[in-house]
C-alpha cells in the first residue's frame, strides 16, 4: 500500500454521502487541490489557484494503522470529518476513502471520497 499511496499525487474525483453521488457539492476550492503522501509519513496539500476559506492544511503527517485498513493523517482534509479514514480502495491508479462526517445540518453521515492519479 505504502508503494501505491506514494507514487505520485492524488487529486480528487468524486464524493458520495450515504451512496449518493454527492460531487457537484464539492466546492471547487478543494476539488482542484492535489494531495501527496511520501514514504516516511508526511505529506502536502497543494491548494492550487482555487483557495479555500479557511485554507485546507498545507502538510500532513500519515500512517496506515489496522493492519493496512485505515490511514490515520495528522489533520482532517474535509470540514466536519477526522483524519482516520477506512481505505475501501487503494491501488496504482485510485484511493477510495470513507469516514463518518457530520456536515451541517445533516445528521452523521458516511462519506466516501475518491481520488485519482
Given at each position: 500500500n505504502t508503494d501505491y499511496i506514494t507514487k505520485s499525487s492524488?487529486?480528487?474525483?468524486?464524493a458520495k454521502?450515504?451512496?449518493i453521488d454527492v460531487t457537484a457539492q464539492v466546492p471547487a476550492c478543494f476539488?482542484?487541490?492535489?494531495?501527496?503522501?511520501?514514504?516516511?509519513g508526511t505529506g502536502t496539500?497543494?491548494?492550487?489557484?482555487?483557495?479555500?476559506?479557511p485554507a485546507s492544511p498545507s502538510s500532513f503527517t500519515w500512517v496506515f494503522q489496522?493492519?493496512?485498513s485505515?490511514?490515520?493523517?495528522?489533520?482532517?482534509?474535509?470540514?466536519?470529518?477526522?483524519?482516520?479514514?477506512?481505505i475501501v480502495l487503494l491501488n496504482d491508479v485510485t484511493l477510495v476513502v470513507s469516514q463518518t462526517m457530520t456536515i451541517a445540518p445533516n445528521p452523521p453521515?458516511?462519506?466516501?471520497?475518491?481520488f485519482i492519479h
Open positions: 492524488w487529486k480528487f474525483s468524486a454521502a450515504g451512496g476539488k482542484d487541490n492535489t494531495m501527496l503522501f511520501v514514504a516516511n496539500i497543494n491548494e492550487s489557484t482555487n483557495v479555500c476559506t489496522n493492519n493496512g485505515e490511514i490515520n493523517m495528522s489533520t482532517p482534509i474535509v470540514s466536519g470529518g477526522s483524519g482516520v479514514f477506512t453521515t458516511n462519506v466516501e471520497l475518491t
